[in-house]
């Protein structure tokens, strides 16, 4: 069985602690690399959470076969999951800009600097996300852009799409960042499981352990040929689309069907007469990376990504 | 009143920034309040300005924005409510991007000025003595000083990221201050008629305005020189002293409490004379979170 420890314990002010959990396998079947796993970095993304339970269960069954470790965290922002939330409540900050978080100071920055000590020295790194709660999303891998390694395990996960993002602004002070050549997989809708998109990013996973040799092809639950073959796209090819009017996006399409240059996209209606304010419409061809599914609009809020062919 | 950027909503009126603009010329000045929406005494004290100015004719120009996130205010939030984005980490802005992104670069282009101060509360649970930040040096120093509020808090790369208001000012070269006093979600007249009284000195000794004087500063420190404690147990603080008062080595600032049964966890006491800077409000409390700042003094 898989050894349980909390790597932090958060006292709560009227008494009672909350700990974040990592549950470790290290297997039988010799040396090999080992494997951080996280999910629940944001508390409204439970897809990320059931994914890593559903990967806890397998390894159970096959620890005596792993060669190296797994190291799984289901869940990093129990409060802020306790919630549905997305930020950690009370200081409503997201964890996921802490990193590498600070060993002094409120509970969050404790919590980061903590998970980032604990992962330090592991050969691979994993993320597990779900959407953000305002969008339905096709199942996809991040890699850091010119991480060509990362790029090429993560072609192996079952995803629909490989993106290598450029870090943007605030990119140091997320989890990701910390650990080049860290692999986030997500997709579904946030604070939603989505049915499909958890099956598919467990048997991503453990293709990827199968491809860093720590699980055996033939412990597989499926054969490799009936993985996906993904997309590989950079920031160039991936296209957001914005309403220019504020109101209610009707979309049209889900993810990951196929659009023409023109298509349309979605309706912003009039949120008192319902009238028809603007058609969105598809700059380019390609397939739907993501859709609004929270229809409540501003001008310039997207309202798809389109990831051209 | 000038509306310099308005957007569309659904189901209600539409967002308008609004900028009120006093005289014209150089030097020019521009203060902005409510970035967060929840923090009121700034906007409180940038309207006591604003009532001053319409009397003292300025030579020069100043631009005063009150109110940025009007709709956060509107529900007591510090972030725009409809994506819960902080329009604080979304400069330079875009105007062609998300609803902060246009704020931001709204809020950008509306306060081109050689002087840009940004006003701000403490978190909620947080009250803070009226102070300016600056940097460690340069002319933004001078500048902080001239304010005479009640501590000068000099610290290194003090918001000199551009995805915000100061950074993003830096960046354009303008001057940048950011002011904070007081505590979100509430109103503290005091501290904003203290802030009101430290814009006016900042715009007097510009020239802007004939006179002008700050209410007086009682400590002007770097950041090794504000001491920091922080709870060594999660538990019920309860405090011994306010914000602005003075304290001497050995003084009494709060102690903490069992939550239930009251028992005594521990106590917090300065270790040199000060004034107290910031003071929890919100008395339970996690371990290691702060509960006193106190800015030295020499005596």
């Not at chain 1, 950079?234 to 504020?246: H, I, L, P």
């Not at chain 2, 030579?59 to 940025?68: F, N």
């Not at chain 2, 920091?228 to 602005?244: D, I, Q």
Request: net charge neutral; with cysteine.
């Amino acid at each position: 069985m898989s050894e349980i420890a909390p790597i932090i314990s958060v006292e709560m002010p009227s008494g009672g602690q909350v700990d974040v959990v990592r549950r470790r396998f290290v297997g039988g079947g010799g040396p090999g690399p080992r494997v951080a796993v996280v999910a629940g970095i944001r508390g409204d993304t439970p897809e990320g959470i059931r994914v890593a339970h559903d990967l806890c269960t397998f390894l159970d069954a096959h620890e005596a076969d792993l060669a190296g470790s797994v190291d799984v965290y289901p869940c990093a922002n129990p409060l802020a999951a306790h919630r549905s939330t997305r930020r950690w409540p009370f200081f409503d900050v997201d964890l996921n800009r802490l990193f590498p978080g600070r060993s002094e100071g409120h509970p969050p920055g404790r919590v980061a600097w903590a998970l980032t000590r604990d992962i330090e020295g592991a050969d691979q790194v994993v993320e597990l996300r779900g959407a953000h709660p305002a969008f339905r999303e096709a199942s996809q891998a991040h890699v850091r852009h010119r991480d060509s390694r990362a790029a090429e395990l993560a072609l192996g996960t079952n995803v629909a799409v490989v993106w290598a993002r450029h870090p943007g602004p605030v990119a140091s002070s997320t989890f990701a960042y910390q650990f080049p050549g860290t692999i986030v997989l997500e997709g579904g809708t946030g604070n939603r499981v989505t049915p499909g998109v958890g099956r598919d990013l467990l048997d991503g996973l453990l293709n990827l352990l199968c491809s860093l040799e720590i699980l055996g092809e033939q412990d597989l639950p499926f054969h490799w040929a009936g993985l996906q073959r993904p997309l590989a796209v950079t920031d160039e090819e991936v296209v957001r689309v914005r309403a220019s009017r504020g109101g209610l996006f009707l979309p049209e399409g889900g993810p990951w069907e196929a659009v023409e240059a023109g298509a349309v996209l979605g309706t912003v209606v009039d949120p008192v007469t319902g009238s028809a304010c603007e058609t969105v419409l598809s700059p380019v061809s390609g397939r739907l990376l993501a859709v609004r599914e929270q229809p409540v609009v501003f001008p310039g809020s997207m309202v798809a990504r389109v990831v051209t062919l | 009143m000038t509306v310099v950027f308005q957007m569309e909503a659904p189901y209600r009126g539409a967002y308008e920034l609004h900028r009120l603009s006093f005289g014209s010329g150089s030097p020019s000045v521009a203060i902005v309040a409510g970035l967060h929406g929840y923090e009121l005494t700034g906007l409180h004290a940038v309207n006591m300005l604003a009532t001053a100015l319409q009397v003292q004719r300025p030579r020069g120009t100043v631009h005063l924005l009150p109110l940025v996130n009007t709709f956060g205010a509107d529900e007591g939030r510090k972030r725009w409510p409809f994506d819960d984005q902080d329009i604080n980490t979304a400069f330079p802005g875009d105007p062609s991007g998300t609803a902060v992104q246009r704020i931001a670069h709204a809020l950008l282009e509306a306060t081109d000025a050689d002087i840009c101060v940004d006003v701000h509360s403490g978190a909620p649970h947080v009250r803070e003595l009226p102070h300016v930040r600056v940097p460690m040096g340069g002319d933004e120093v001078e500048l902080g000083r001239s304010m005479g509020l009640p501590v000068v808090w000099r610290r290194p790369g003090d918001r000199l990221d551009a995805t915000g208001l100061i950074g993003a000012w830096r960046q354009a070269g303008r001057k940048a201050l950011m002011v904070e006093g007081g505590r979100g979600s509430s109103l503290d007249t005091t501290h904003s008629a203290t802030i009101a009284r430290g814009l006016g000195a900042l715009l007097a000794f510009l020239k802007l305005v004939p006179t002008g004087s700050g209410p007086g500063t009682l400590a002007d420190v770097t950041h090794n020189e504000v001491e920091t404690h922080r709870a060594p147990c999660g538990g019920f603080f309860v405090p011994e002293v306010k914000v602005g008062q003075r304290v001497r080595a050995g003084h009494l600032l709060g102690y903490l409490q069992s939550p239930i049964g009251g028992d005594r966890l521990g106590e917090v006491r300065a270790s040199r004379a000060g004034v107290v800077l910031s003071l929890r409000a919100y008395p339970m409390v996690h371990s290691q979170e702060l509960l006193v700042r106190v800015a030295w003094t020499p005596t």
